[in-house]
């Protein structure tokens, strides 16, 4: 078995270090050595967004990053979102709008919704649709999820 | 006009509003357990050994290497199945039943598709485990396969089983045949039909395999304890089903094995099938850990669900005044590798949408070298429905009769026999296409150049089937639900909403839960649009069985006799005397003191059927230089019966459409000669984007079920079943061509186009 490797990161503002092999990818490592399961697997090779997170700023499928490359990086995640005020006014807006049925992708388009959000604020509905064409959903056929993001606009100028 | 309307007949409390779902803050944040997400202690990591072979015997099977390898476990093949020690004197009648199961999980003499399990490793890791399955040696001797219908229907065709013999409207054929099975529906005379009829159109259709999709892949964690108890953890519609399905083919007691349903990450149909729980619960069994197995995204694609490719022919006449007089249909349809495709509910679907007085239907279940197909969404329904739709398209247009005219003239109603038999009680396929009819959409002209329109109508049977809901009453007023109805696209909100109106409580005071195989009675699959119908159903029961037992408690509490309590809108009180009078939550704080808490529980099996229909607009441009189809604007409507949450109706609704778009446009199984799948990635076989599409439109029909407390029809499969033929049809309109063959990617429409 190959040796592990010792990796200092900062995931959701908090200081973690943990061990992984150097063939593990992020996603394997939150989900099966951090035990952080909210981002989910749906294909593995970086096509659905469901693995979704933020890495230095910018979006990534952590299926396609290797865990050790988190060393020195700063990570967040679904978990992340929240705060202990309460949810974040794009989950809350997912939640009023309907805007997920089964749910698996939805940690991922919340990432992604939010990290467009936050450097465009009036983002329409053009721009929300091209933003988010890396996520695949299957059961809502998207609409519900542009205007649970359009309300989270307003909900965050509020 | 609005974008999403409800045509609402009747108003309740709860019913009908559009409340917060129970389970949403767990998904919003993360914390929801999806199958994938269990953990367990000494949980080991499996991998499944698949065939890259689309059709072969299997020789010989080494798998010592794999056991050898640090950090295995257990390694498994078909030996390890008990089917493999199990002879025909054995089984008898059931011999081929459990064959097919069993050779279906993991394959033993032969491999029928590419992706065919062959055999699975337990180890460490999953890393660990695919180097062992790796170090897996198998000989195979290739054979040809039969990847289409047509060409497995052949007399001189690669045979994938050399015991199965056609059915033939009932009778066994002499010679084997990849023929599974001849149904055939007929009603009035159809030579007299054709005879009345003013233009006869007789057309040819063939649809590609696609795959439901879901973003979840399968997954399953099982642990055979050392007593027998074999415990699973799942993504699963069905967790019933699964039990059963593993206790038929591990020849378990079924009441020694216990399913729990994980949240679900997507089914459509698609997760009802066991393909990985037998496998897990066997390497379990060898290494005497927890086991959980991953299928990856190609492993989904491969060896799971996908729909029916088929091969279809209409023939359609009509009187110049446009009444259909007659309708003769073949389906042909891919069962996958072994025999089981929806031919029969295609059959059923055809011409459920009209009032056809001559009918006749052959269909054909035609085994193929591709994964068995697995229900997807109204299955068989899609396709039927675009080659019937397509050609009373193409005969709307030859007698110049408006499409949803013609449709009126014919529109099955109340009354209207179905060819298969079963007579239609009040249903709202006419209130739909006066919707569609009145809808701002349809009277809009279309503004441009290489535009269409299509318009299409779809059916499905929603039936009921068996449900179970327990309902408890807490002290402080609210109850508990427990059900066993998967929650895939917010039925625990519709489930919940449907005991708080029987109760008279608010929604905020039923909190629903959803339950292993040991803890509520037996349930049938989340699908089949029968979750809000049946297990509404159950928790209305559920919900009566509570008021008698409170009515019973006040009356004891009162000293009274029974027939003097009446309960209403959450409270008791007593028939002649005015002081004597309890809420719900009153009375829920004395309980305990009074004989002890209350359990309301129901176990229904509803007869009869909801009946849904659906009828779709949509604009399209077709770019005249690459053949690409723009979908400019897209209404969807449909009779919900009652709407219980319309959010998730809508959900539902558009959901559907946008999965009919990517069927209609784009997505198809493409194989190699040798019938390897080529696109086995979300990259190459491609789904609908955000960036595909417009918002989907909705108008919520509301004409009561009568077979229903609240009036529910149930909603999830109609909304797939029109975009196929709308789509092909507003394509047709647009370049002036007939689409009769899908996927209409940009190469099939340019060839279309000529």
Known sequence: MPGLVHVSTTINGNPTDFLCEPRQSLLEVLRDVLGMTGTKEGCNDGNCGACTVMFDGRIVTSCLVLGVEAQGKEISTIEGVASPEGLHPVQQAFLENAALQCGICTPGFIVAAKALLDREPDADEGRIRHWLAGNLCRCTGYDKIVRAVLDAEDKMKA | MTSNIVLSEVEYNVVGKRHIRPDGVDKVTGRAQYGADVQLTGLLQGRVLRSPHAHARVISIDTSAAEAHPGVFAVVTAADLPFASLTRDDLGGDYQRLKFASNHVMASDKVLFKGHP??????????????????????????????????????????????????????????????????????????????????????????????????????????????????????????????????????????????????IGGGFGGKITAYLEPIAALLSKKSARPVKLLMSRTEVFEASGPAPGTWMKVKLGATSEGKITAADIFLAFEAGAYPGSPVMQGAACALACYDVPNARINGYDVVV??????????????????????????????????????????????????????????????????????????????????????????????????????????????????????????????????????????????????????????????????????????????????????????????????????????????????????????????????????????????????????????????????????????????????????????????????????????????????????NSSFLDYRMPTALDLPMIDTVIVEVANPGHPYGVRGVGEVPIVPPLPAIGCAISHAIGNRINRLPANPGAVLEAMG
């Open chain 2, 118 to 263: 062959v055999a699975a490793v337990a180890a460490e890791s999953q890393h660990v485990a695919e180097e062992a399955i790796n170090l897996i040696k198998v000989d195979y001797e290739v054979i040809p396969p039969s990847m289409t219908v047509r060409q497995a229907m052949e007399p001189d065709a690669s045979l994938l089983h050399d015991d199965l013999f056609t059915s033939e409207l009932g009778q066994l054929s002499d010679k084997p045949s990849n023929v599974a099975s001849h149904m055939a529906f007929e009603a009035g005379d159809i030579d007299e039909g054709i005879k009345q009829a003013d233009v006869v159109l007789e057309r040819e259709f063939e649809t590609a395999s696609v795959h439901q999709g879901y973003i979840e892949p399968h997954n399953s964690t099982a642990f055979w304890n050392t007593d027998g108890q074999l415990n699973i953890w799942t993504s699963t519609q069905g967790p019933f089903v699964v039990r059963t399905n593993v206790a038929d083919i591990l020849r378990h007691p079924v009441s020694r094995v216990k399913v729990t349903p994980m949240e």
């Open chain 2, 369 to 678: 070298n591709k994964p068995k197909t697995a229900a997807y969404r109204a299955p068989g329904s899609p396709q039927a429905a675009f080659a019937v739709e397509s050609v009373i398209d193409e005969i709307c247009e030859q007698l110049g009769v408006d499409p949803v005219e013609f449709r009126l003239r014919n529109a099955s109603r109340e009354g209207v026999r179905r060819v298969e038999g079963p007579v239609f009680r009040r249903i709202g396929l006419v209130e739909c296409l006066e919707a569609a009819r009145n809808h701002d959409h349809y009277k809009m002209p279309l503004n441009g150049p290489n535009q269409g329109r299509g318009i299409a109508a779809g059916f499905w049977f929603n039936r009921g089937f068996q449900s179970a809901v327990n309902i408890s009453v807490n002290p402080d007023g609210t109850v508990n639900l427990i059900e066993g109805s998967v929650d895939i696209g917010g039925s625990r909100a519709s489930i919940a909403q449907q005991a708080a109106e029987t109760l008279g409580i608010a929604y905020e005071d039923v909190k629903p839960t959803v339950v292993d195989t040991d803890s509520i009675g037996y349930t049938m699959v989340t699908g089949g649009s029968r979750t809000t119908f049946a297990t509404g159903w159950a928790a209305i029961e559920a919900a009566e069985d509570v008021k008698m037992q409170m009515v019973e408690r006040a009356a004891k509490i009162w000293d009274t006799p029974v027939e003097d309590v009446e309960y209403a809108d959450g409270a008791l009180s007593h028939k002649s005397d005015p002081e004597l009078r309890m809420t719900f939550r009153e009375l829920a704080r004395q309980l305990l003191g009074t004989g002890g808490g209350i359990t309301g529980a129901s176990n229904v099996d509803p007869t009869g059927e909801g009946n849904g229909f659906g009828v779709h607009l949509v604009d399209v441009e077709v770019d005249p230089d690459t053949g690409k189809v723009t979908i400019l604007r897209y209404t969807a409507v449909q009779d919900a019966g009652k709407a219980i949450h319309p959010s998730y109706v809508e959900g539902q609704m558009q959901g559907g459409v946008v999965q009919g778009i990517g069927w209609a446009l784009n997505e198809e199984y493409f194989f190699n000669d040798q019938g390897q799948m080529m």
